[in-house]
């Protein structure tokens, strides 16, 4: 398997993890929070909100600007 | 008596008839143009992601139609939030130390990559998504999607 090919295939496990965790958190069987949950947590403070939403914008401008 | 229950019926009869249908056809209005706004909006969404799916990286038409969206969701944000979904009073420090460590690994996956100079071997994220997005339909259809996770965090 080439370094590439390790690459990719560790991206695609990663999100595949990330994925996971989400479909968890939906069963509620068990203490996992779904992203939802805990973005709305972490953005319970201003300053929560405004890095997420910052965080977002960043994403925009990196995928779609640059 | 169950009649008891029932609520009072007009003394003449025929406003039985009547009082269904003069309550429903405002609904039905409501409900109309409801779903106008949500056309059009969507409409907006879907003409604008457009529009900014077909903008060349690295000009000012890009920067802007990013910009854009960014300065609109913080402004409802901040100044008139939408009704939220009501957030967790706290969250299971375990559970969330799974998100943390996936999000960590990818991040490190990525930051790996980006510090070698995103090579052909060791190929950053960056680098495998953008080849993707290249196509103008799908570069709109991810805006889309980066314009609805925005309203997500909004209504969060």
Same mark, same amino acid.
């Given at each position: ?22 479909? $968890? ?13 805990? $973005? ?18 960043? $994403? ?7 | 008596?169950? !009649? ?12 039985? #008839? ?34 900014? %799916?077909?903008? *060349? ?17 913080? !402004?409802? *944000? ?16 375990? %559970? ?14 990525? *930051?790996?990559? +980006?510090? #070698? ?25 991810? +805006? ?13």
């Amino acid at each position: 398997m080439s370094s590439r090919a390790i690459t990719v295939v560790g991206f695609a496990v990663v999100i595949a993890v990330l994925v996971g965790l989400e479909l $968890l958190g939906r069963r509620r069987t068990n203490r996992i929070p779904t992203v939802g949950e805990w $973005l709305g947590y972490v953005m319970r403070p201003r300053t929560g909100r405004a890095l997420i939403l910052l965080g977002w914008l960043w $994403l925009g401008w990196h995928y779609f600007a640059r | 008596m169950a !009649a008891d229950n029932l609520p009072a019926q007009p003394a003449d009869g025929n406003g039985a #008839d009547r009082a269904p249908s003069a309550t429903r056809l405002p609904m039905l209005s409501v409900l109309g143009s409801r779903r106008a706004r949500q056309l059009l909006i969507a409409a907006i969404v879907v003409g604008y992601a457009w529009f900014a %799916g077909g903008s *060349a990286p690295f000009t000012n038409r890009a920067l802007i139609s990013v910009l854009i969206p960014g300065a609109v969701l913080g !402004a409802i *944000a901040y100044g008139r939030p939408p009704q939220r979904v009501p957030a967790p009073e706290s969250i299971d420090v375990t %559970g969330f130390s799974y998100w943390i460590v996936a999000v960590a690994l990818l991040f490190e996956w990525e *930051a790996s990559s +980006f510090r #070698d100079g995103s090579p052909r071997w060791h190929p950053s994220l960056t680098e495998l998504i953008n080849p993707i997005l290249t196509p103008h339909s799908i570069k709109s259809a991810a +805006f889309v999607v980066w314009l609805l996770a925005g309203w997500g965090l909004v209504k969060r």
